[in-house]
């Protein structure tokens, strides 16, 4: 199941990154957010219920890769819009921290609900987790009212933040003046 999930993450994180340019990002994460509850909640459905085929096991892996493949440079394109300049390598720094310390405490649980309240239990609990974040992101004021660039006609206008499309990797930035 993971490489159902990494494949498509892999091939459309570029893709991901090109929408999350382009359209409001919070609409975005929240849609992501709700895709991925819904993939966990399928096999969360189909080990409750006993009905574990293989192919529908992995089904749901594809649009959780691809909800991750569009969430990811969604978020990153928020942090420069709702942080001040001044704090941004902290908050890209922190940003890290949460996915990288939620595997390992989502690993922990996992083993936990599975040796106490059972197998389908795990993901279930994975899908009530993204819907309480999808909420968060929902109701947080800072990123509800983000909006995509509104022109796209020179290299440097309408940008908010973050690498531009157009640019060399690594050449993008934020400029003070954004």
């Known amino acids: 199941m993971p490489a159902c999930q990494?494949?498509?993450q892999l091939v459309f994180?570029?893709?991901g990154g090109l929408i999350a340019d382009r359209m409001s990002r919070s609409r975005l994460m929240i849609a992501a957010d709700l895709v991925g509850a819904a993939a966990y909640a399928g096999p969360a459905a189909m080990v409750l219920t006993g009905h574990t085929p293989l192919s529908a096991m992995c089904a749901p892996a594809v649009p959780a890769g691809v909800a991750t493949a569009l969430f990811v440079p969604a978020t990153d394109g928020v942090v420069p819009l709702i942080v001040p300049?001044?704090?941004l390598q902290h908050a890209n720094g922190m940003l890290r921290v949460g996915?990288?310390?939620?595997?390992l405490l989502g690993l922990a649980l996992s083993g936990v609900t599975v040796a106490f309240v059972g197998t389908g239990w795990a993901p279930a609990g994975c899908a009530a987790l993204v819907v309480l974040a999808t909420?968060?992101?929902l109701f947080s004021p800072q990123?509800?009212?983000l909006r995509a660039p509104a022109?796209?006609?020179g290299p440097r206008e309408g940008r908010q933040g973050g690498m531009d499309a157009r640019e060399p990797c690594g050449q993008g930035h934020r400029d003070a003046g954004e």
Request: avoid cysteine.
């Open 135 to 137: 909420a968060a992101t």
């Open 13 to 15: 994180v570029l893709v």
């Open 6 to 8: 990494a494949l498509p």
């Open 143 to 145: 990123v509800r009212g």
């Open 151 to 153: 022109s796209r006609t």
């Open 99 to 103: 996915p990288n310390s939620s595997i």
């Open 85 to 87: 300049a001044e704090r």
